[in-house]
């Protein structure tokens, strides 16, 4: 890190900032089953599927249901990460406790009689689990909450459709273009009913510019309900394609020489007394609020590149000419920019973060959105405008060089996010690094045999 010692040590959310332990969670009586689901690093939700009583009993309120770590410690095939000393399959794979969070019970569509349930993750002493992305993400939120701000925030994802189990898009033709999403209209009339009864509030869907492609927008939320949408909606969207013989994937760059598949993160941030913090920017250019936070995300977008692009095909996607950002820029609604200003007065003003991938995990991303800010705000001096907006700084083009720039992070990622979350982190991309060299691909066979 660029610092050598902490200010501050990291601090982990209190139980206050959870839903109060014991809060009920009304199943209702017709439920067979509850899917209980948190989610891991690698982007998918993880759980059980439970006895309702087993999510309303006294001891699930209060303590949580038995799960084991193993599931933060697993690379995206489930193989075990065995440069972990102290998680996952080195340290006993030992257990995490899931707490419900009864807020987010809601009907799962595609299973009869079925609800779906997200929760946090508690050591077995009752301590909140460091490294669970969902607690990474309130405690990121807990640092704005001390400075009187709330973020909100919504995800716009990039969904590449194919037939089966083939590389054939689902469609061919021009992007916005109703001949275009008519030809998987099936797919899209259940994915909106999924939505429905998820409560993902999905607005837009679209065509994008590469066969196969769609846009899926939804509703701004509150920071943690927001990451909670993301991660449904991606369930939704694959259980949606199935019924209809597709196959829908958030890798970044499926198909070479094509579009890429981004996760554009819209966010505003709002203070105690409702009113939207970066509007001041509308009509004070030089305003220091949005300076704060444009620079904060900015001088931390090279490091936090390895959270927004965690894997070796997230870099595939950001190369030229794709509208995909590969410098640390900011500007007024420009599509070029890596941080897109849309200033919009009081009630629309925000951000647009662009350089994610469809293969972002969306809690952490959100978790690295909130540090970003809070850095920023917390600055001991930030640039004027103009030097601002002439920013331009090269980001990491490989999984390889984002691993180097986070091991160079600014102290105050650490701050929020925590120190064993930023180095759990990191060493599973480093394996990830690991396991694409030691690999030899069909490519390289067909160069050099």
């Given at each position: 890190m660029?610092?050598?010692?902490?200010?501050?040590?990291?601090?982990l959310p209190?139980?206050?900032?959870?839903?109060?332990?014991?809060a009920a969670?009304?199943?209702?009586?017709d439920?067979?089953?509850?899917l209980l689901?948190?989610?891991?690093?690698n982007?998918n939700l993880?759980?059980?599927?439970v006895?309702?009583?087993?999510v309303t009993?006294?001891?699930?309120?209060?303590?949580?249901v038995p799960t084991?770590d193993?599931l933060?410690?697993?690379?995206p095939t489930?193989e075990?990460?065995?440069?972990?000393?102290d998680?996952g399959?080195?340290?006993?794979?030992?257990?995490?406790?899931?707490?419900?969070?009864?807020t987010?019970?809601?009907p799962?569509?595609w299973f009869?009689a079925?609800?779906?349930l997200l929760?946090?993750?508690?050591e077995a002493d009752?301590?909140?689990?460091?490294?669970?992305p969902?607690?990474?993400?309130?405690r990121?939120?807990s640092?704005?909450?001390?400075?009187?701000?709330?973020m909100?925030?919504?995800?716009?994802?990039e969904?590449?459709?194919?037939?089966g189990?083939?590389?054939?898009p689902a469609?061919?033709?021009?992007?916005y273009?109703?001949?275009?999403?008519?030809q998987?209209?099936?797919?899209i009339?259940?994915?909106?009913?999924?939505s429905?009864?998820?409560r993902?509030?999905i607005t837009?869907v679209?065509?994008?510019?590469?066969?196969?492609?769609?846009?899926?927008n939804v509703d701004?939320q509150?920071?943690?309900?927001?990451?909670?949408?993301a991660a449904?909606?991606?369930?939704?969207?694959?259980e949606?394609?199935?019924?209809h013989?597709l196959r829908?994937?958030f890798?970044?760059?499926?198909?070479?020489?094509e579009?890429?598949s981004?996760?554009?993160?819209?966010?505003?941030l709002?203070?105690?007394?409702?009113a939207?913090a970066?509007?001041?920017?509308?009509n004070?250019p030089?305003d220091?609020?949005?300076?704060?936070?444009?620079?904060?995300?900015l001088?931390n977008?090279?490091a936090l590149s390895?959270?927004y692009?965690?894997?070796?095909n997230?870099?595939k996607?950001?190369?030229?000419?794709?509208?995909?950002?590969?410098s640390?820029a900011?500007?007024v609604?420009?599509?070029?920019?890596?941080?897109?200003?849309?200033?919009?007065?009081?009630?629309?003003t925000?951000f647009?973060?662009?350089r994610?991938?469809a293969d972002c995990?969306p809690?952490?991303?959100?978790?690295?959105?909130?540090a970003?800010l809070?850095?920023g705000?917390?600055?001991e001096?930030v640039p004027?405008?103009?030097?601002l907006?002439?920013h331009d700084g090269p980001?990491?083009?490989?999984l390889?060089a984002?691993?180097?720039?986070f091991h160079n992070?600014?102290?105050a990622?650490d701050?929020?996010?925590?120190?064993e979350?930023?180095d759990?982190?990191?060493?599973t991309?480093?394996?990830?690094l690991?396991?694409?060299q030691?690999?030899?691909?069909?490519w390289?066979?067909q160069?050099?045999a």
């Amino acid at each position: 890190m660029s610092t050598q010692s902490l200010a501050t040590p990291p601090s982990l959310p209190t139980s206050g900032e959870f839903p109060a332990a014991g809060a009920a969670t009304d199943v209702p009586a017709d439920a067979h089953s509850v899917l209980l689901l948190f989610p891991d690093l690698n982007a998918n939700l993880r759980g059980k599927l439970v006895e309702p009583h087993l999510v309303t009993s006294k001891q699930a309120r209060t303590e949580g249901v038995p799960t084991t770590d193993l599931l933060l410690a697993v690379d995206p095939t489930d193989e075990p990460v065995t440069m972990l000393a102290d998680r996952g399959i080195n340290s006993g794979s030992k257990d995490l406790l899931l707490r419900p969070d009864p807020t987010t019970l809601r009907p799962l569509p595609w299973f009869p009689a079925a609800y779906l349930l997200l929760g946090d993750l508690f050591e077995a002493d009752g301590t909140p689990c460091a490294i669970s992305p969902r607690l990474v993400l309130r405690r990121a939120l807990s640092a704005l909450a001390d400075r009187g701000l709330t973020m909100r925030a919504a995800f716009e994802f990039e969904i590449r459709l194919f037939r089966g189990d083939s590389w054939e898009p689902a469609t061919k033709g021009l992007s916005y273009s109703p001949l275009t999403i008519s030809q998987v209209g099936d797919f899209i009339n259940t994915l909106r009913r999924y939505s429905a009864d998820l409560r993902l509030g999905i607005t837009v869907v679209h065509s994008e510019g590469a066969p196969g492609l769609i846009e899926v927008n939804v509703d701004p939320q509150d920071g943690l309900a927001a990451a909670d949408t993301a991660a449904v909606l991606r369930l939704a969207a694959i259980e949606a394609a199935r019924r209809h013989e597709l196959r829908a994937t958030f890798m970044a760059k499926p198909i070479a020489h094509e579009e890429g598949s981004s996760a554009h993160v819209h966010f505003s941030l709002w203070n105690d007394q409702g009113a939207n913090a970066l509007a001041g920017a509308c009509n004070d250019p030089d305003d220091e609020f949005y300076r704060r936070a444009a620079w904060g995300m900015l001088h931390n977008l090279p490091a936090l590149s390895l959270i927004y692009n965690p894997t070796i095909n997230s870099y595939k996607r950001l190369v030229p000419g794709y509208f995909a950002p590969v410098s640390a820029a900011c500007g007024v609604d420009g599509r070029s920019f890596a941080l897109r200003a849309l200033l919009r007065g009081a009630s629309s003003t925000r951000f647009e973060l662009r350089r994610p991938g469809a293969d972002c995990n969306p809690y952490l991303t959100l978790a690295a959105i909130a540090a970003s800010l809070h850095a920023g705000l917390t600055s001991e001096s930030v640039p004027d405008r103009a030097h601002l907006d002439a920013h331009d700084g090269p980001l990491p083009t490989s999984l390889e060089a984002a691993i180097n720039e986070f091991h160079n992070r600014d102290v105050a990622v650490d701050r929020v996010l925590g120190v064993e979350f930023c180095d759990h982190f990191l060493t599973t991309r480093e394996w990830e690094l690991h396991a694409w060299q030691n690999t030899v691909t069909e490519w390289e066979r067909q160069r050099y045999a």
